[in-house]
């Protein structure tokens, strides 16, 4: 592992994205922050190294992330390792149980390792991880997810269909799919949509500046 320029986060060797560092995504963060209802538990799913996880940290009482690659799962632990509120589970979730071939980014953007995805041009490894559906934890009081798993989003929110309908908590999720112009079936956001949420609408139609499709949908109910 190696630190980051501004020597603030613990990143793999081989990453060569140059703009992880400890204002990454902190736009993203502040928003949501601002629409936040409760603060008892978040969850940070397809937690790379820990910067979402960490922020959170400050703002909830507990933090439960999920983070199946082990390259990852050691720069997770140094950089959250003076925290007591987070709890790390090393796999990933989806909506069936079992053990899953997942590539890993070895030379790039680690953060875009992926089930269910193939890369051209990027170089990455075959390994196995262990693949957990989410209900299976009976989490309670979550107030909050956080969702960045590179494609297998649907199949991650299939498998929390009992936490979100009991739960209601805000969600903050990557979606490249529902806008694609390949789309030809059910995106995460059409699932979320289909069981009660909304679109609560992000800066320049849910792109921000580094260019992700994030979406922050919040159950109706609320408002």
Not at 88 to 102: D, F, I, K, T
Request: proline share 3%; glycine share 8%; with cysteine.
């Amino acid at each position: 592992m190696k630190l980051t320029p501004d020597n603030s986060l613990w990143i793999p060797s081989g990453d060569t994205f140059r703009w992880w560092s400890d204002s990454y995504e902190k736009r993203q963060f502040d928003i949501v922050s601002r629409c936040l209802i409760g603060r008892r538990v978040a969850l940070d799913i397809g937690a790379h190294v820990g910067l979402w996880s960490k922020r959170l940290a400050s703002l909830f009482e507990d933090v439960v992330a999920f983070e199946p690659v082990p390259s990852h799962i050691k720069c997770f632990q140094r950089n959250c390792d003076d925290i007591s509120n987070i709890i790390l589970h090393p796999v990933a979730l989806s909506n069936e149980r079992g053990q899953q071939v997942m590539k890993v980014i070895s030379a790039g953007n680690t953060g875009m390792s992926a089930l269910n995805k193939r890369f051209y041009g990027v170089k990455s490894d075959d390994i196995v991880v262990q693949v957990d559906v989410l209900d299976d934890y009976s989490l309670v009081d979550v107030d909050f997810i956080k969702m960045d798993v590179e494609g297998n989003e649907l199949r991650a929110l299939q498998g929390a269909m009992n936490l979100i309908q009991r739960c209601h908590p805000l969600i903050f999720v990557e979606d490249h799919y529902h806008t694609s112009k390949k789309k030809n079936g059910l995106s995460s956001i059409d699932y979320l949509l289909s069981i009660g949420y909304k679109d609560l609408g992000l800066p320049n139609g849910h792109r921000f500046d580094d260019g992700e499709n994030n979406y922050l949908m919040s159950y109706e109910g609320w408002n």
